[in-house]
């Protein structure tokens, strides 16, 4: 995670300009709505927020969960997280999600927001987020539609006014790291059928699949021919 840590330590500023307390336009008008959703009612609940970032999601279900743990990997993001508040039900850590500091079954609610890009040791997080789970808990994830978005040499086809109309995708069965030269960021690009069977080796099953429509939220972003995310839940059992 490395290069990771290095891309978000640099941009950890505009980062957080942008996300503010309520997430970037994305976030907003389509992932926050239906994370909501499949987060349920929190209350009573203890909450992991794994990639927290400027821990605006952990401080929002601190509104209504018992207890909530942000953890990060880049100090600047965990900085800013305490900077904004630390509700009194609520802990900011710096650590690797690889090697969670953290006991077995802690857990009743996972989060991971947009981490998976960010992944490279995919079977080691996963294992990992699975042991402070509790039997029973729930795993929500959001991340970038691996099929429409992820994909290397994916572009977006346009009509001739320049709106875009459709996705070309290739190399879908490309997996691993995904370099922009031109923007120095980088992610890590994994199947469908990689998520799910590493969550159920991990005894975390699909409870949940949504492909959001985002027609009308975007504008000129394409996303009502195709979706942008991918958001899913599981659940542990034995």
């Known amino acids: 995670m490395s290069q990771s840590k290095t891309y978000w330590s ?22 926050n709505p239906i994370v909501q959703e499949l987060l349920e009612d929190l209350k009573g609940k203890n909450v992991l927020d794994a990639g927290c970032g400027n ?18 990997f880049t100090e600047e993001l965990v900085g800013r997280a305490k900077s904004r508040g630390v509700p009194s039900n609520t802990e900011f850590i710096l650590g690797n999600l690889e090697r969670l500091l953290l006991a077995n079954e802690t857990f009743d609610v996972v989060l991971m927001n947009m981490v998976l890009l960010d992944i490279e040791e995919l079977s080691s997080v996963v294992h990992e987020i699975a042991r402070v789970t509790k039997l029973g808990g729930k795993v929500v994830i959001s991340t970038t539609h691996p099929c429409f978005e ?15 109309i459709g996705r070309a995708v290739s190399n879908y069965f490309t997996t691993g790291l995904i370099k922009d030269d031109l923007n120095q960021y980088q992610h890590w690009h994994y ?19 949504v492909e959001p429509n985002g027609a009308g939220t975007l504008k000129n972003g ?8 991918l958001i899913m839940r599981f659940k542990k059992s034995e």
Not at 17 to 31: M, N, P, R, Y
Not at 56 to 72: E, P, S
Request: contains cysteine; aromatic residues 10%; hydrophobic residues 35%.
């Open 10 to 31: 640099s941009i950890a500023k505009d980062y957080d300009a942008v996300v503010k307390e309520t997430g970037d336009q994305s976030q907003q008008l389509i992932i």
């Open 150 to 164: 992820n994909p290397p040499n994916t572009y977006s086809l346009k009509d001739d006014q320049g709106n875009k």
């Open 191 to 209: 199947k469908i059928s990689d998520l799910i069977n590493c969550f159920a080796i991990n005894h975390l099953f699909v409870e949940k699949v």
């Open 55 to 72: 821990g605006y999601w952990t401080r929002r279900m601190a509104q209504t969960a018992q207890r909530v743990v942000g953890i990060d």
């Open 222 to 229: 394409g996303v009502d021919h195709f979706p942008y995310f």
